[in-house]
């Protein structure tokens, strides 16, 4: 079984330019997650999706943070514009619905914001 | 304070020696997660625990969880190189919260030969 698929692993970017990273789940899998986990941290969840709709983004900073799941699979996250605080890895992880299920993590993207 | 603690934050090794780490819950546990994580890489999946007194192992790595307490442990036995990493705890805590997760601070395990 394939596992959760991230890209691009590395980007650096300029303050106030834009980026976008994606993210393809376990097939299978209808609960999608983006985290946030800066150097020395534990990762901080930004936004969750029941299939394609969003059932948390309480922590997502919706002034420059956007998300998507269209169609229930893929997702992508932005940044728009980019904040050097932004730095850090971006982590998708997927799981089976029910909670009682494991939740995996993709390889991560790792953002430099210059 | 934190939601979730973790400790040691650090710890270094001997090879063949064993090692505990404790993640401890401010909140009601739903389910506690284990991970891996190798710097800069994303998350290996260790062990879930969701029942009270729950106790799994896997190869050389045992996790407990005392739900009282709202505290696990994991240890490792005969630790290797392989071992080190860093380790999350992640800790499902909202009864209706679709399963996510709040991570503790992790805990940096250097193996020495």
């Known amino acids: 079984e394939a596992g959760v698929a991230q890209s691009p692993r590395y980007k650096i970017i300029e303050k106030r330019q834009s980026v976008a990273f994606w993210c393809n789940p376990i097939?299978?899998?209808?609960?999608l997650y983006w985290y946030q986990q800066i150097l020395g941290q534990g990762p901080k969840l930004l936004i969750q999706?029941?299939?394609?709709?969003?059932?948390?983004d309480s922590q997502l900073p919706k002034d420059r943070f956007s998300a998507e799941r269209l169609k229930g699979v893929d997702s992508t996250l932005k940044i728009q514009p980019a904040k050097l605080e932004d730095s850090a890895v971006y982590l998708c992880?997927?799981?089976?619905?029910?909670?009682?299920?494991?939740?995996?993590f993709g390889p991560g993207t790792r953002l430099t914001v210059l | 304070s934190q939601e979730l603690e973790q400790s040691p934050q650090s710890l270094i090794v001997q090879e063949g020696k064993n090692l505990t780490i404790n993640c401890t819950s401010s909140k009601t546990l739903y389910g506690l997660y284990w991970y891996k994580q190798k710097y800069g890489e994303g998350l290996i999946f260790l062990m879930m625990?969701?029942?009270?007194?729950e106790e799994k192992s896997h190869e050389k790595i045992t996790a407990k969880l005392d739900e009282k307490k709202q505290q696990s442990s994991l240890h490792i036995t005969a630790s290797q190189p392989s071992h080190a990493g860093i380790y999350l705890c992640g800790a499902d805590t909202v009864a209706d919260s679709w399963g996510k997760l709040q991570f503790g601070a992790g805990t940096q395990v250097v193996v020495t030969p």
């Open positions: 625990l969701q029942k009270g007194g």
């Open positions: 097939s299978g899998h209808a609960t």
């Open positions: 999706f029941q299939n394609n709709g969003v059932v948390d």
């Open positions: 992880a997927s799981r089976k619905q029910g909670r009682e299920n494991e939740q995996f």
